[in-house]
Nanobody, 115 residues
């Protein structure tokens, strides 16, 4: 069982920045594919960004150029650096670890972009 825990959410003004962290358990962390998803009220959970074990990354179109996903295998942690935040980025952000065909989710962290 892989445990996943997000942190770093909060309230930020439009145009501001925030960095989310996601720690995952397990000695095989470097073999996990890791992703960030978000879910706004009344909407489905959508992929924001992901990073593979080979460090390939992909982003949703609406965050390209503003968000960066990275990982530190030594710390078993994945980061989501978010810049130029917009009110429409407001959502609960969830971290996801994929390993041997299984998906593991964290509890989520709230990001609110508002003046």
């Amino acid at each position: 069982q892989v445990q996943v825990m997000e942190s770093g959410g909060g309230l930020v003004q439009p145009g501001g920045s925030l960095r989310l962290s996601c720690a995952a358990s397990g000695s095989a962390f470097r073999n996990y594919a890791m992703g960030w998803y978000r879910q706004a009220p009344g909407k489905q959970r959508d992929l924001v960004a992901l990073i593979t074990m080979g460090l390939r990354t992909m982003y949703a179109d609406d965050v390209k150029g503003r968000f960066t996903i990275s990982r530190d295998n030594a710390k078993h942690t994945v980061y989501l650096q978010m810049y130029s935040l917009k009110p429409e980025d407001t959502a609960i952000y969830y971290c996801n670890a994929v390993f041997t065909g299984n998906k593991y989710w964290g509890q989520g962290t709230q990001v609110t972009v508002s003046s």
